[in-house]
Structure formats: structure tokens, C-alpha cells
């Protein structure tokens, strides 16, 4: 019956689109899968305001919420005012102190703010925030999954994950991170569901591990 059916909503990486979920697929007699996409932030908007406006996309109760990288940053912030079902936070970190170091050098000389983004078809510094993986043949890859290229939203997104100050984890955050992430490296994270091989794209290329995790983990049984 439709009202037993779970309502997940899947928020993307920075500058990614809902594709990236297009191999996730979860037991439609249970679950409903809705992407959600990046809008552009008005003019000096904070990211808890940002995650206010995007809670207006949530059209269900009681739901299950997962964010990618800095989707996953969002998710949280989204989680401090709407009562969620479960909450994912997938290749992305839990607090300011799982950032690797260079982010925090980044934040300290604010040489963020010095990132050609006025280049929206920079494939290689997309990538290297969304993706971390430069291979030159992936760059089709890119072209598909990256399409956000607003220089006023990656400026905007850049910032809010250099700077995000959560201190403390969400005590129900359900972290899921591959051990080979090289945008967010494994051995800065604490208290997480390790995927074997995975990397910063493993919501693409390690969809069958979700595929057969999620439902248990949604349902509360162990991954």
C-alpha cells in the first residue's frame, strides 16, 4: 500500500546532477527514490538558510535523506529541521574535523577564494572537488555528471565546505565511505561503513553495494 512505501531522497555531489543515481535502485514495493537538485543560492546565503529552501523540495514525512560529498554536507544541515526516517551521509565527512589538512590550509590563507571558477568548463577543477580523480579519459564521465557550472554556485559551495563548522557528529548520521576517497581520505574519517575499493564516485561505480545495502540499512538491519 502506498502509505508503507519509504520515501528516499538523494542529494548529489557539488556540481554533480541526480544522474549520478541513475543505478541505484531499491525495491519499489518498499521504496521510492526522489532526486533532488542544486539550486542556485541567493546572494550571500548562509547554508542553513540554503538547506531551509531545500527542504521546500521535500513533499513526504517521516523520510530517508542521503547526500554525496558536499550532498552529504547538506543532508545534515537539512537534518537540524526536519524529522527524517534515516539520515546517509555518503563520501563527505560528519564534522570540520574530518577535513584532510589541505582544506585547512585552504581555509586558513583563504586561497579558495583564488580557484578559477569563473572557468566553468575547468573539467579538472570540477572534478578535483567533486570527484578527485583527474584521469584524462574520465573526462566524458565528467561531462555527463557535472553540469551545475554556475561560477557563483561553485564559488558559493567551495566556501560553505571549507569553512563548514559543525564540531560535533550527528549521533544519527549513517556514514558510508569508500577507503580509497581521495577527496575526503579514509584515514580522516572516524565511525563509518567502509566500502572495500571504493572511491569519491563509488555512488557510480559501486552502485550494486548500495543496491544491496541500503534497504537493510534503512530497515535498521546491519549492512
Not at 566556501?159 to 559543525?166: A, H, K, P, S, T
Not at 577507503?179 to 565511525?191: G, L, S, W
Request: net charge positive; with cysteine.
Amino acid at each position: 500500500m502506498s502509505q508503507d512505501i519509504i520515501h528516499v531522497y538523494l542529494m548529489p555531489g557539488m556540481a554533480a546532477n541526480p544522474s549520478i543515481f541513475d543505478n541505484i535502485s531499491l525495491p519499489k514495493d518498499q521504496f521510492q527514490l526522489h532526486k533532488l537538485t542544486w539550486e542556485i543560492p541567493i546572494k550571500n546565503e548562509t547554508l542553513s538558510n540554503y538547506a531551509l529552501r531545500m527542504i521546500n523540495n521535500i513533499k513526504h514525512e517521516n523520510i530517508v535523506l542521503l547526500g554525496v560529498s558536499f550532498g552529504g554536507i547538506l543532508v545534515q544541515e537539512m537534518s537540524k529541521h526536519i524529522k527524517l526516517r534515516k539520515l546517509f551521509v555518503v563520501s563527505s565527512v560528519k564534522t570540520k574535523h574530518e577535513l584532510p589538512n589541505r582544506f585547512k590550509i585552504l581555509k586558513t590563507t583563504k586561497a579558495y577564494k583564488l580557484l578559477p571558477t569563473q572557468l566553468a568548463s575547468n573539467l579538472d577543477l570540477l572534478a578535483k572537488f567533486s570527484f578527485g580523480d583527474l584521469i584524462k579519459k574520465r573526462i566524458d564521465l565528467y561531462k555527463k555528471y557535472l553540469s551545475v557550472n554556475d561560477k557563483y554556485y561553485l564559488d558559493w559551495s567551495i566556501e560553505q565546505v571549507i569553512n563548514w563548522e559543525q564540531d560535533k557528529v550527528i549521533p544519527e548520521a549513517i556514514h558510508i565511505h569508500g577507503e580509497k576517497d581521495k577527496v575526503f581520505p579514509h584515514n580522516c574519517i572516524t565511525n563509518c561503513i567502509t566500502v572495500k575499493n571504493g572511491t569519491h564516485i563509488m555512488i557510480i561505480d559501486k552502485y550494486k553495494w548500495f543496491n544491496e545495502n541500503l534497504p537493510k540499512l534503512i530497515l535498521g538491519e546491519k549492512e
